[in-house]
């Protein structure tokens, strides 16, 4: 079974300053990962994924992550964050096996003040 | 890209009586689609996998008899909560998957039972 952390429920960053969502999973099989955002009362919307390729995969928002094997990690980053980047996060996993659920970790919320 | 409908966003229904909320894929076909129930300020649980032409599969602890799943055609997926109680009251969320794990969300349904 595929598990996903989300070390820290709360994130409070000012605005322009960098920040970090923190993203940690436990599978025995090889897993795809993702991270999506939730802004109040609406779905879920794609921010990135990793399926194969470069351990580093971009977002056209300005976000990052990278898939890191060894600590089975896949953080989530930003250089300089803005007011509309507060939402709630998930990270999600998927194993590599057609037709499953994505399993989300709990979430982080990001609050952006000025 | 692959759009998602979800039906209705808000309803609001007295205790005793059944509700259906509809997911609908609407520019792709989706053999496979998910239920998710999220509660406030939480992540999202898999409730059940809908597959197109055959019963659902459910997640343990989830009661079938209570959430009806019905997926008959390749672009549309029910979730009926029959004789709903407030505690049945939470954000439902559907998600389809499209071509190479694009996992697509619906922008949710929020039910009250009152």
């Known amino acids: 079974a595929q598990s996903v952390t989300q070390l820290d429920s709360q994130v409070p960053v000012f605005e322009e300053a960098p920040v970090e969502l923190r993203c940690n999973y436990s599978?025995?099989?090889?897993?795809?990962l993702f991270w999506y955002v939730q802004y109040p009362n609406q779905g879920l919307q794609l921010l990135l994924k990793?399926?194969?390729?470069?351990?580093l995969v971009e977002s056209i928002n300005g976000f990052e992550a990278e898939f890191n094997k060894s600590q089975t990690s896949f953080h989530l980053r930003k250089p300089s964050v803005h007011i509309s980047d507060t939402a709630e996060y998930f990270c999600?996993?998927?194993?590599?096996?057609?037709?499953?659920?994505?399993?989300f970790g709990k979430g982080t919320t990001l609050s952006v003040s000025s | 890209g692959a759009v998602v409908s979800q039906h209705p966003s808000r309803v609001i229904c007295k205790s005793g009586t059944s509700v259906k909320i509809e997911c609908r894929s609407l520019?792709?076909?989706?053999?496979?689609m998910f239920w998710y129930r999220q509660f406030p300020k939480q992540s999202l649980m898999l409730m059940a996998t809908?597959?197109?032409?055959?019963?659902?599969?459910?997640e343990q602890g989830v009661e079938k008899d209570k959430f009806l799943i019905n997926h008959a055609s390749l672009t549309l997926s029910t979730l009926t909560v029959t004789s709903a109680h407030p505690e049945d009251s939470s954000f439902y969320i559907c998600?389809?998957?499209?071509?190479?794990?694009?996992?697509?969300f619906g922008s949710g349904t929020r039910l009250t039972v009152v």
């Open positions: 599978s025995s099989v090889s897993v795809y």
């Open positions: 999600a996993v998927s194993p590599n096996q057609a037709g499953t659920a994505l399993i």
């Open positions: 998600s389809a998957i499209q071509s190479n794990y694009g996992y697509t």
């Open positions: 990793y399926l194969s390729g470069s351990t």
């Open positions: 520019d792709f076909q989706a053999t496979t």
């Open positions: 809908s597959n197109e032409g055959s019963k659902a599969t459910y």
